[in-house]
């Protein structure tokens, strides 16, 4: 039969193989060099599968050599990172797996051969031969062991016979609460194998959590409950312990939690393992790594799960009366998981507090803390106001009626911090008091108050608990003011301008001209409940430019112990007397007051503290130098029910001045005294002009139009009412009762 292919140029495939023909021992070292040369050069082209056909070939040249060495180091790097573990080419790679472990048992590398032999276990990889194979007999008939091997094998660098994946019960936990999780295993051995026994298993945490070790022990805690290949275990962390074999590069010198369980696995056997956990420590706790640990006499291996995919676990089997069931365990769910501090369980309770307070209050409250845990607990209190630094009220602990802190709790370097008072231990399901008591600042403001119990029990002194209590509290103003101030007329006789020898023996005592004028004060309340006013005083702040001023109270109403409800109004007069201190000073005074409320809540059978509140008045401004018209009305006359009405013209100046005086005829009221005059006023003197009003309607005010002209200066002085008239656009007017 004729050839296929022309082959006088080309020689036949079988003919080109290297390895189809015999060679001389002479042409050996041009192969390896033509092999040397053909990997660089494909190196430099990046043709990575040439270059592991090529290293491949050159390996078994080594072998027909029996040059163990070097074609192991030529294997090893094909055989770990070659494109035919990556693209899943296992009939490759199991060739490749069987000629590197040979070449190692031929060298004597007991680590290679484990590893080979781990990962030839696995149920991708064909194995021909089909009696049972046992891993733990793996090493028998090397000889020049001089040390027992240990191995590490990572879940991500090779293919494994055995997965072991993790997940919690679910997605949030508390500190010192029970918490689910479950280690699954399952051995993905060919069923030519032997089972496989696991010495132990350790589960090592971030963060929060103690280490897992279980250990393995024939027949200890057998299944509750089994599906076909399936069983589930439920065992107990109890016993603590560090551990004391000989460092490795995944072991751990950190406290554990010790467990027992049959790790006895056949192949495509699931073993599910539920333990419960009680995580010490706040925070996100991830699983750090898996790792199952082989010991035999001969050697020891360890197989490393670490990336989080790898022990990813998909469902969570449950066990019940009615058998075993699963669910789906959730990305939140498996191995990462948020713990939250401690729920709390001492409660705090201050039953007097309000939402809302008045400024300038002072407050006093009882705080009652109960321990509802399982044991006694050693409590620490905290408690501040939130809020702007200048504003806010600080809290205070009062021990034995005495305050905590003996600085001015009004200090600023005290405002905003927090108070502290040890409560000490409390027994559980009993409770503790302690009072506090805090004074309002005198602007309204809003704050919170936050009191937290930092306490631990006597049980756990290492984990620190915290109940925090807030409270939104509002400050209000209990009161707003109306003020109206009016002249008055003085009754007093004036300094003679022209005799001024009397005026007084002491240099500083008051000779000048002298006013009088009333506060009206209308109060209203803005607190939700009844306010008492204990008392009501008009403060005289600053008097400016030499002027003394004297405050008196003028009988209205009574202004000690009066009751005003929400929304209620209290009025109050008072009388100001203001004098200039030399008889030439004619220069303007401004006085400066405040007045001081002092109120306190209205509580049947409760003693409440006494506040001072104080609100600011507008300054009163008197212009001695000016002339001015004062109206004032007395009682009707019984009989003829005549207004008698008395105009007082003033010239405090040291001129003379003339004024034309005349009232206005009206069909409210008809009047008897002049209807127009001239009048001429000295320096430093005053007179009064008289009229009687018979009013021609009823239940009405009614305004006389008195006009006062200053012919020298060719002004209309403005008529200003006194007690019991009021002034207005028109001038000064007075009341009419309804007839009866």
């Given at each position: 039969m004729p050839p296929l292919y022309d082959t006088f140029l080309v020689r036949e495939p079988l003919r080109d193989d290297p390895f189809a023909v015999t060679h001389n021992p002479s042409d050996i070292p041009t192969l390896i060099e033509v092999y040397t040369k053909s990997i660089a050069y494909f190196t430099e082209r990046h043709r990575g599968r040439a270059v592991e056909r090529l290293q491949y070939e050159l390996a078994l040249l080594f072998v027909r050599e029996q040059k163990w060495r070097k074609a192991l180091r030529l294997l090893l790097p094909v055989y770990e990172g070659s494109s035919w573990r990556r693209e899943g080419w296992w009939e490759l790679l199991g060739l490749l797996r069987e000629q590197v472990r040979d070449v190692a048992m031929a060298c004597g590398d007991a680590q290679v051969v484990l590893r080979t032999e781990w990962e030839g276990m696995c149920d991708c990889f064909p194995r021909q031969i089909k009696k049972e194979y046992d891993f733990s007999r793996c090493l028998d008939g090397m000889e020049g062991l001089s040390s027992k091997p240990r191995v590490v094998v990572r879940a991500e660098e090779s293919a494994s016979c055995l997965s072991t994946t993790f997940c919690f019960g679910s997605s949030q936990g508390n500190v010192g609460e029970l918490l689910p999780a479950q280690l699954a295993i399952t051995s993905h051995a060919q069923r030519s194998t032997a089972p496989m026994v696991l010495s132990h298993i350790m589960i090592s945490f971030d963060n929060g959590l103690k280490d897992i070790k279980i250990e393995h022990r024939s027949n200890e805690n057998p299944s509750s409950s089994s599906i076909g290949n399936l069983h589930v275990f439920s065992v107990a962390l109890g016993k603590e312990s560090t551990t004391s074999e000989l460092p490795s590069p995944t072991s751990s010198s950190r406290i554990h939690l010790l467990g027992t369980c049959d790790l006895n696995f056949s192949p495509g056997t699931t073993k599910a393992i539920s333990v419960d956990l009680i995580p010490k420590d706040a925070g996100i706790v991830r699983v750090a790594s898996i790792t199952s640990t082989i010991k035999t006499d001969s050697f020891s291996i360890e197989h490393?799960?670490?990336?989080?995919?790898?022990?990813?676990?998909?469902?969570?089997?449950?066990?019940?009366?009615?058998?075993?069931?699963?669910?789906?365990?959730?990305?939140?769910?498996?191995?990462?998981?948020?713990?939250?501090?401690?729920?709390?369980?001492?409660?705090?309770?201050?039953?007097?507090?309000?939402?809302?307070?008045?400024?300038?209050?002072?407050?006093?409250?009882?705080?009652?803390?109960?321990?509802?845990?399982?044991?006694?607990?050693?409590?620490?209190?905290?408690?501040?106001?939130?809020?702007?630094?200048?504003?806010?009220?600080?809290?205070?602990?009062?021990?034995?009626?005495?305050?905590?802190?003996?600085?001015?709790?009004?200090?600023?370097?005290?405002?905003?911090?927090?108070?502290t008072i040890a409560l000490g231990h409390i027994s559980r399901s009993t409770s503790r008091k302690v009072e506090a008591t805090f004074t309002a600042n005198a602007l309204?403001?809003?704050?919170?108050?936050?009191?937290?119990?930092?306490?631990?029990?006597?049980?756990?002194?290492?984990?620190?608990?915290?109940?925090?209590?807030?409270?939104?509290?509002?400050?209000?103003?209990?009161?707003?003011?109306?003020?109206?101030?009016?002249?008055?007329?003085?009754?007093?006789?004036?300094?003679?301008?022209?005799?001024?020898?009397?005026?007084?023996?002491?240099?500083?005592?008051?000779?000048?001209?002298?006013?009088?004028?009333?506060?009206?004060?209308?109060?209203?309340?803005?607190?939700?409940?009844?306010?008492?006013?204990?008392?009501?005083?008009?403060?005289?702040?600053?008097?400016?430019?030499?002027?003394?001023?004297?405050?008196?109270?003028?009988?209205?109403?009574?202004?000690?112990?009066?009751?005003?409800?929400?929304?209620?109004?209290?009025?109050?007069?008072?009388?100001?007397?203001?004098?200039?201190?030399?008889?030439?000073?004619?220069?303007?005074?401004?006085?400066?007051?405040?007045?001081?409320?002092?109120?306190?809540?209205?509580?049947?059978?409760?003693?409440?503290?006494?506040?001072?509140?104080?609100?600011?008045?507008?300054?009163?401004?008197?212009?001695?130098?000016?002339?001015?018209?004062?109206?004032?009305?007395?009682?009707?006359?019984?009989?003829?029910?005549?207004?008698?009405?008395?105009?007082?013209?003033?010239?405090?100046?040291?001129?003379?001045?003339?004024?034309?005086?005349?009232?206005?005829?009206?069909?409210?009221?008809?009047?008897?005294?002049?209807?127009?005059?001239?009048?001429?006023?000295?320096?430093?003197?005053r007179t009064t002009v008289r009229y009687n009003i018979v009013p021609l309607v009823r239940g009405k005010w009614i305004t006389p139009r008195f006009r006062v002209l200053d012919t020298g200066f060719k002004q209309v002085l403005r008529v200003d009412a006194t007690g019991g008239m009021r002034s207005d656009k028109k001038g000064a007017s007075v009341w009419v009762d309804a007839e009866e």
């Open positions: 490393v799960v670490s990336e989080v995919d790898y022990m990813r676990q998909e469902d969570f089997w449950l066990e019940s009366t009615k058998g075993t069931s699963r669910r789906a365990a959730g990305n939140e769910g498996s191995n990462e998981i948020r713990i939250h501090p401690k729920p709390p369980k001492v409660q705090i309770r201050i039953p007097t507090l309000r939402k809302e307070y008045l400024t300038d209050e002072s407050v006093r409250l009882e705080v009652e803390i109960t321990n509802e845990e399982d044991d006694d607990a050693d409590v620490t209190l905290e408690a501040r106001f939130l809020g702007q630094a200048d504003s806010v009220p600080v809290w205070i602990w009062i021990t034995n009626e005495v305050p905590a802190s003996s600085e001015d709790p009004l200090s600023d370097k005290l405002r905003n911090s927090t108070s309204p403001t809003e704050a919170v108050l936050e009191m937290k119990a930092l306490y631990h029990v006597l049980g756990e002194p290492d984990t620190p608990i915290s109940k925090v209590l807030i409270q939104d509290v509002i400050f209000d103003r209990p009161f707003e003011v109306d003020c109206d101030f009016q002249p008055c007329v003085d009754m007093n006789p004036w300094p003679s301008y022209f005799y001024p020898a009397d005026i007084g023996e002491k240099e500083e005592s008051a000779h000048g001209l002298r006013q009088l004028w009333h506060l009206n004060v209308r109060l209203a309340s803005f607190s939700t409940e009844p306010l008492v006013i204990e008392n009501i005083a008009l403060e005289v702040l600053n008097v400016h430019d030499r002027a003394s001023c004297k405050i008196s109270n003028v009988p209205l109403s009574s202004t000690s112990n009066a009751i005003i409800g929400p929304n209620d109004f209290h009025e109050s007069r008072f009388q100001i007397d203001t004098q200039k201190l030399d008889l030439d000073d004619r220069r303007s005074t401004a006085v400066q007051l405040q007045i001081q409320v002092c109120w306190r809540r209205k509580q049947s059978g409760i003693a409440t503290t006494t506040a001072t509140t104080l609100l600011p008045v507008q300054d009163l401004i008197i212009a001695f130098g000016e002339p001015r018209v004062l109206a004032s009305a007395g009682p009707p006359q019984e009989e003829s029910q005549a207004i008698p009405l008395e105009y007082t013209i003033e010239n405090p100046s040291t001129h003379v001045l003339n004024f034309d005086l005349s009232m206005e005829t009206s069909d409210d009221f008809a009047f008897s005294g002049p209807k127009a005059m001239t009048l001429n006023l000295v320096p430093v003197s």
